[in-house]
């Protein structure tokens, strides 16, 4: 059966050549060869779904039940209908806002896999995996949550009477059903807490190099930075590719501020030396990037940041990953005003500083996305950071004076800031 017979594309363009191109469907491929152990202990299609994984109107929980059941779900099934039909689904509606705002949401990513006829007519297991095996972390960054690190839920707790606890999603049963995976899988993305801090991921990648397993199989690792692991860097060179990304999205003390417990220089110093194990490109086994999370935070101050991964790692590749929640943090909740001048110095970034044409689309795809707004008050953003800041003694107007001034006026008196 051909793909063209499979799913609908948009404006009746059904050839194979048209349903390969993410320009002309709405179809994506991930939920027939994906699946995502999420960091709430619970499952997703992706990363981007916004909806957990549920079967017969049960979210599916980890410990509870597992991967294999999840891959399974009637809610999987639906998903996959519904794509090959051309139905959004709303679980997918971060894909779509960007697609409509002209943006290339992350749906375009699942068409570089080529995923045969096959797999799209009969799914029968994934053949990538994303872990996120605890919320193990020693950071408590900004943007992040209990979930996601064990080092944010006593703050979380005081802070908004969360209930959450140490959990490890990485049960034996769900490690020996993802090893038996192993033999067909093509890809493996390890997040967290800290991927580097889980023993579990260690026993994973062990696994693989050991079933002479590794070598046709991708990684994909997202990092804080913090951690520099000599043996784990010896196995990830068995692998035919891993793709190191460092979550770094300022430098100095407003990187410390934003990202709570690391130190800047020990980052960088640690970067360099994983960096000396592979490269920037795809010829290296171990090809290394940065993903910087855009927030409110630190939009600001773009071209200092730019002019130091430039200094600090000349060639590295930047790419980033819009912040949606929490929403005080997004930069569709600055007031018109802020936006425009926060325009002005991205353009003017543009069209003073040498970058490639891949950058400079980037950084226009950023002043596009500033157009869009949500139903949000910018004094959130005030609330949240001057909550956090009280309880760990910190105050956002000496970390970041230049945009404080900009946005100060628009303050309420209840978020007063610590000092």
């Excluded at 707790?157 to 049960?171: D, G, I, R, S």
């Excluded at 890809?187 to 050991?210: A, D, Q, R, T, W």
């Excluded at 912040?323 to 802020?338: A, K």
Aim: aromatic letters at 14%; a negative charge; glycine letters at 4%.
């Amino acid at each position: 059966m051909p793909l063209s017979s499979l799913f609908k594309a948009k404006k009746n363009q059904t050839t194979p050549e048209v349903l390969r191109d993410p320009d002309k469907t709405d179809f994506c491929y991930f939920p027939f060869f994906e699946i995502m152990m999420s960091a709430e202990g619970k499952f997703k299609p992706c990363s981007k779904h916004y909806d957990f994984i549920s079967h017969e109107g049960k979210t599916l929980v980890v410990g509870e039940s597992s991967i294999e059941e999840a891959w399974n779900s009637d809610y999987m099934e639906t998903l996959r209908e519904n794509f090959k039909n051309g139905v959004r689904m709303k679980g997918c509606d971060e894909c779509w806002r960007e697609q409509d705002m002209g943006l290339k949401p992350m749906r375009y990513d699942s068409y570089n896999y080529n995923i045969p006829e096959s797999q799209v007519q009969q799914p029968l297991q994934p053949t990538r995996v994303e872990i996120n095996a605890s919320n193990i972390c020693n950071l408590r960054c900004r943007i992040c949550m209990p979930t996601a690190s064990h080092k944010w839920i006593r703050e979380a707790k005081e802070l908004y009477n969360w209930e959450e606890t140490v959990h490890f999603n990485m049960t034996p049963e769900n490690m020996a059903t993802i090893k038996s995976w192993i033999p067909n899988m093509m890809e493996i993305g390890l997040f967290g807490g800290e991927p580097l801090m889980s023993k579990e991921n260690i026993e994973l990648l062990e696994y693989c190099v050991e079933t002479g397993h590794a070598k046709n199989i991708q990684l994909l690792l997202n990092t804080n930075g913090t951690v520099y692991d000599a043996h784990v860097a010896k196995l990830f060179k068995k692998f035919k590719h891993v793709f190191l990304n460092f979550s770094i999205d300022d430098i100095g003390p407003r990187f410390e501020y934003q990202r709570k417990n690391a130190k800047w220089d020990e980052v960088v110093e640690n970067m360099k030396r994983w960096i000396r194990h592979g490269g920037y490109t795809e010829k290296d086994t171990i090809e290394c990037k940065i993903c910087c999370s855009v927030t409110n935070m630190n939009i600001f101050y773009f071209q200092e940041y730019f002019e130091c991964m430039n200094k600090e790692f000349p060639g590295l590749p930047v790419f980033w990953n819009l912040i949606y929640e929490p929403w005080e943090y997004s930069i569709e909740i600055l007031p018109e005003e802020v936006k425009q001048i926060v325009r002005e110095r991205l353009q003017s970034f543009v069209s003073t500083y040498k970058m490639t044409e891949k950058r400079t689309k980037t950084i226009d795809n950023l002043i596009t996305y500033l157009n869009n707004t949500i139903d949000k008050p910018f004094t959130g953003f005030f609330e949240k950071i001057a909550r956090h800041d009280r309880f760990r003694k910190e105050d956002f107007s000496e970390v970041f004076p230049e945009f404080w001034d900009i946005i100060k006026d628009y303050a309420p008196e209840s978020a007063a800031l610590s000092k």
